[in-house]
């Protein structure tokens, strides 16, 4: 077992003029968690491992793969994210018990695997740990989101917050400045989660829809597929930008059938981490859309990438959505429609452009 | 004189299969302009006039200067849209007289000229003819919109409809896919502007909410400055995506406070046009910010190019509502201080990023 680490003596984050203390964590008794321990070594987990502990808690992270955590250990870099550096007064381990004392326990395992990786970590974790995950999608299996699958996971004892928004990981790790919400039913924790993530290079708001933030960080991965089609079929940025507002009202539409508030979607969480997706060149849904408008075969881009590209199976979730609930999905049918019935993207657009209008309908 | 030309018999566009007839023009009943008179002969004029012929109108367009529309009408070329042709049946002149008779007018002049330029069509003017804009901002002098504008301008007879969306000129020029509104206080015009816009490249909705679409259209030129900023400063995909979504609920908060929809903003016209001009790297709001962050002197560049760089005076105009109506306007207040107070950018952003934050409003 890895015993947490506490932070060296004297060790304290840079004083930026202008950004108050607690923001820059100086304050010990403004810090909502004194120990965080990171579920994940990907991108995302080792940027926040980074900002947590530049916060001043005592981070662990925790690989699921003994070599991995090794590695990590002893060099402080990761081929996941070139250029960056773990500070060393993080933890490595891949020992499941070194997670057990922590105050806070941060999601970073992609949805498709939270469950099968929490489910070895159980044991070990204290009853009632708070959890904030940032995965996004939804479990194919099931349909079952993020926090749900969390919340089983970890014995349902603990409350469970999401932290989500434009957040393109190389960037993050860069420290470049990035807005998130952290939301949760727990208003307490999601002002816990809010304080403890506040950075000079991370803005959080809290929020209380959580279904809203999670369904927003799935259903634009079906847009984002979209996007990628748009930008192999040469069709220009009017295009996308219209996709982006129509795309938007889809999601919405289908988040408030469900429960979900409109507003949500129309936020950090929503359309601004849709933007991200749809226009940042490294994304792996508008990737995978863009690979197929150039003739890639749908079948083969998914047998190699499965776990990563989650837009066309959660469309294929959406579409069953908007048929029981009566709503129009019309571009999430037309990327369903094109990955598994290989519709061609040209002709698609070419009916997404004529189907009546009438009246805007926003969600 | 120039008498409107008909279409030469037999022209008929091509059928595209999945297009209904109507979209495509080609039944003289639906058709609901016979003929119509551009005024101006900017990108967006030329593309407009070869959609509407496309589209079957008799289409003239007017030049407010003789000698551009003499080489116009020679050359068939323009130097501001290169490798465009305007078709042969497009009448040309620089005779106000020229728009006497046609049903329906078309502003493609921008928004500081409109008040001399429609001076000097006025007295030629059919009373009571529609028009339809596609000008975006506000006059700086008096704050008016470009419909107020053009209704005063022609006599306050006729009716008046707004066209807007991410719509890069060059790119719907190429006949590339794009998504607009037509709005009107008048939903007959606005449903009549819908279908004479319509197109196998076109898809537009209608909508009744001038004042939204038109202050979306002018505050957006704001956020697009400091979209300008953050892509001059190096700061990121998810700073600039964070940027439009959280200048997204400025703008609607600002246009609500004024009598406007907020479901607007998150629209075609809203966040679609957002969208284009923050990511689109030709606009000149946004490379006008860029060379702001990359040291240019933002009253020699305004000198340079004041009349078509509207985001500055905007942001001088929304800074006076903000405080009028007590409503936080704080990107916008942040770029009015570095272009106008010589405030550093990377000071206004680490401002940003540290205000007190709490639940995420929109709008």
């Known amino acids: ?23 820059q964590g100086g304050a010990a008794a403004l810090r909502p968690f004194a120990s965080v321990g990171i579920v994940g070594d990907g991108q995302m987990a080792l940027a926040l491992a980074d900002l947590l502990a530049f916060r001043g808690a005592a981070v662990t992270v925790w690989s699921p793969f003994a070599e991995a955590a090794e590695a990590l250990r ?28 922590v105050d806070l326990l941060v999601n970073g395992i992609p949805t498709q695997y939270i469950r099968p990786t929490w489910q ?45 928004g434009p957040t393109v990981a190389t960037e993050l790790a860069r420290r470049l400045p990035a807005v998130m919400v952290a939301a949760s039913a ?25 279904l809203g ?12 597929v979209a996007a990628g089609l748009i930008d192999g079929l040469g069709l220009g940025v009017n295009c996308k930008s219209a996709l982006l507002s129509r795309g938007l009202a889809e999601m919405a539409r289908c988040g408030a059938a469900l429960g979900a508030r409109r507003e949500t979607f129309f936020g950090v969480a929503g359309v601004g981490d849709l933007a991200t997706t749809c226009f940042a060149p490294e994304g792996r849904n508008r990737s995978f859309g863009e690979a ?20 066309p199976p959660t469309a294929k979730a959406a579409v069953a959505i908007a048929a029981r609930e009566r709503i129009e999905m019309p571009i999430t049918a037309a990327v ?11 002709e698609a657009v070419a009916e997404l452009m004529a189907r009546s209008v009438g009246a805007e309908r926003i969600g």
Do not use: C
């Open 74 to 101: 002893r060099t402080r870099t990761s081929t996941r994210l070139p250029g960056f550096w773990l500070p060393a007064e993080i933890a490595v381990t891949a020992d499941p018990a070194g997670l057990g004392g």
């Open 213 to 224: 933030v999670e369904l927003a960080g799935a259903l634009k991965n079906v847009i984002a």
């Open 120 to 164: 070895r970590l159980a044991a070990q974790l204290r009853p009632g740990t708070p959890i904030v995950s940032v995965a996004k999608g939804i479990e194919i299996a099931s349909l079952r989101r993020p926090s749900e699958l969390l919340s089983e996971a970890s014995g349902g004892g603990g409350s469970i917050a999401v932290l989500s």
């Open 336 to 346: 369903h429609d094109i990955v598994y019935r290989g519709r061609p993207p040209l």
């Open 1 to 23: 077992m890895t015993a947490p680490p506490t932070p060296p003596p004297g060790a304290k984050p840079d004083l930026t003029p202008g950004v108050t203390a607690e923001q």
């Open 292 to 311: 197929l408008a150039k003739g890639s075969d749908a079948q083969r881009l998914l047998e190699a990438g499965s776990s990563v590209v989650e837009g």
């Open 186 to 210: 727990d208003p307490e924790l999601a002002q816990r989660v809010q304080r403890a993530f506040a950075s000079p290079w991370t803005r959080i708001y809290h929020h209380d829809d959580v």
